[in-house]
């Protein structure tokens, strides 16, 4: 026996792969959805097909009583409509079915002003990505209020993880590693929002066996690990097999790079969220999740690091 049926859409992605981990050990039957299967999880099925074709999804979708969306657009896809014509897809499959949506959110749905930040807190977008993302999220608010199925909602902060490849900890912070060089991303005192990939996909587990509890449309902050830049950097040279330097990162060289090339320019139109501090809370999902649900941040960093540092090696 198993506790239902889910299906992860974009199951090779940082997202989708942790979720269909998470799901089969919490006892699911999983299957999964990709142009091709490049990250095959051991003990769950998976179907070849395009999510842009609503067939497809549909198809995929037939047996589940829970549907991931784990699909991303690369991030210089996001404009002319690209996000919203990808979610109005599943939006169409999903049809009259009842069944029920989770949708990982962003913070990029909140401005720089919003120091702490709750389900309650006002969406209003600082950069064009955020209006992206409200606009997405409205839809979903608007097909589950004409009840054609429950969206769950569950945001978190900046994504780390073993596995979590061209992600900030790598692309930034890590990308000179080999050189002996470690970035950071602000001030060593500021404090950010990080998401442990695992942890997330576990707590999507819990809430999709709570979802009769729920609402028709909710919406979830997972706290993950709140720390201060300099406690990241920290946890980041005890990981490390040896000692490394610690600089700023530099923006002005982004902003640089932004003249000429547009994902960076969106890039540098992000650098808020690392300049401010915007605490993810809700005590409601903690209580939900309970007590030491996540995975200790030392421990966490180590897993990410040690992962990252060994396939750094096997490519060079």
């Known amino acids: 026996m198993t506790k239902g049926k889910v299906t992860v859409l974009g199951s090779n992605g940082h997202i989708g792969n942790a979720a269909m981990i998470a799901f089969r050990d919490a006892g699911w039957s999983v299957t999964g959805l990709g142009r091709t299967n490049r990250k095959p999880v051991s003990g769950t099925a998976f179907v070849a097909g395009d999510a842009d074709d609503v067939e497809v999804v549909r198809a995929a979708i037939a047996?589940?009583?829970?549907?991931?969306?784990?699909?991303?657009?690369?991030?210089h896809q996001w404009g002319n409509g690209a996000s919203e014509r990808q979610l109005q897809v599943v939006i169409d499959a999903l049809g009259n079915s009842g069944k029920t949506l989770l949708f990982p959110g962003t913070i990029y749905n909140y401005r720089a002003g919003d120091r702490t930040v709750s389900p309650a807190t006002r969406q209003s977008a600082e950069?064009?990505?955020?209006?992206?993302?409200?606009?997405?999220?409205?839809?979903?608010?608007?097909?589950?209020?004409?009840?054609?199925?429950?969206?769950?909602?569950?945001?978190?902060?900046?994504?780390?993880?073993?596995?979590?490849?061209?992600?900030?900890?790598?692309?930034?912070?890590?990308?000179?590693?080999?050189?002996?060089?470690?970035?950071?991303?602000?001030?060593?005192?500021?404090?950010?929002?990080?998401?442990?990939?695992?942890?997330?996909?576990?707590?999507?587990?819990?809430?999709?066996?709570?979802?009769?509890?729920?609402g028709r449309y909710e919406n979830f902050h997972f706290a993950g690990h709140w720390v201060s830049h300099g406690q990241m950097m920290g946890a980041i040279q005890t990981a490390l097999p040896g000692k490394v330097a610690v600089s700023p990162l530099q923006w002005w060289m982004i902003r640089a790079v932004g003249l000429f090339n547009p994902v960076m320019r969106d890039i540098y139109r992000m650098r808020y969220l690392w300049l401010n501090e915007m605490e993810l809370v809700d005590p409601r999902l903690d209580a939900l999740l309970g007590l030491d649900f996540g995975t200790p941040f030392e421990e966490a960093v180590r897993a990410t690091v040690e992962e990252l540092v060994g396939a750094k090696k096997l490519a060079a």
Do not use: C
């Not at 569950?154 to 912070?173: C, I, T, V, Y």
């Not at 576990?202 to 999709?208: E, G, H, K, P």
């Open 63 to 75: 047996d589940a009583d829970v549907v991931v969306h784990a699909l991303h657009l690369p991030y």
């Open 127 to 214: 950069a064009p990505r955020g209006e992206i993302r409200i606009r997405l999220e409205t839809m979903l608010r608007e097909a589950s209020a004409a009840g054609k199925f429950q969206t769950i909602i569950l945001r978190g902060g900046d994504f780390f993880g073993p596995g979590n490849r061209g992600e900030w900890f790598e692309a930034a912070m890590m990308m000179d590693i080999a050189k002996g060089k470690l970035y950071h991303m602000s001030d060593l005192k500021l404090r950010h929002s990080w998401a442990y990939l695992p942890d997330l996909a576990r707590a999507f587990a819990v809430l999709a066996e709570k979802r009769e509890t729920l």
